[in-house]
């Protein structure tokens, strides 16, 4: 069993920038391969970014692709999104996931993701 924790999500202006963390614990949450999912009011959920349990690759959706970036503090058990130039469309909850398949990429559908956190709202105004 793994739980996860984010913070930093809140209110910023286009072209802000947000930090989000997610804190994980749990039988062997280091061996995970972690990802962000974020889900607009209306939408289905969406991949944002992954990074594998080692933190030596990372796969992002398109539309954030040099504006985010996702890593990993094995020592403190943290995942990180940095999240730089935000837009409008940005705006959800954003949420952690923790995939057992650790060392895999490109696993972007939810399904795949076993355990999640609550999640931390982000809002972009323009």
């Known amino acids: 069993q793994v739980q996860l924790v984010e913070s930093g999500g809140g209110l910023v202006q286009a072209g802000g920038s947000l930090r989000l963390a997610c804190v994980g614990s749990?039988?062997?949450?280091?061996?995970?391969?972690m990802g962000w999912i974020r889900q607009a009011p209306g939408k289905d959920r969406e991949f944002v970014a992954r990074?594998?349990?080692?933190?030596?690759?990372?796969d992002y959706t398109d539309s954030v692709k040099g504006r985010f970036t996702i890593s990993r503090d094995i020592a403190e058990n943290t995942v990180y999104l940095q999240m730089n130039s935000l837009k409008p469309e940005d705006t959800a909850v954003y949420s952690c996931?923790?995939?057992?398949?650790?060392?895999?990429?490109?696993?972007?559908?939810?399904?795949?993701?076993?355990?999640w956190g609550q999640g931390t709202q982000v809002t972009v105004s323009s």
């Open positions: 749990g039988h062997a949450f280091g061996n995970y391969a």
């Open positions: 990074i594998t349990w080692s933190g030596l690759s990372t």
């Open positions: 996931a923790a995939d057992m398949l650790g060392d895999y990429r490109y696993r972007i559908n939810p399904e795949d993701y076993a355990y």
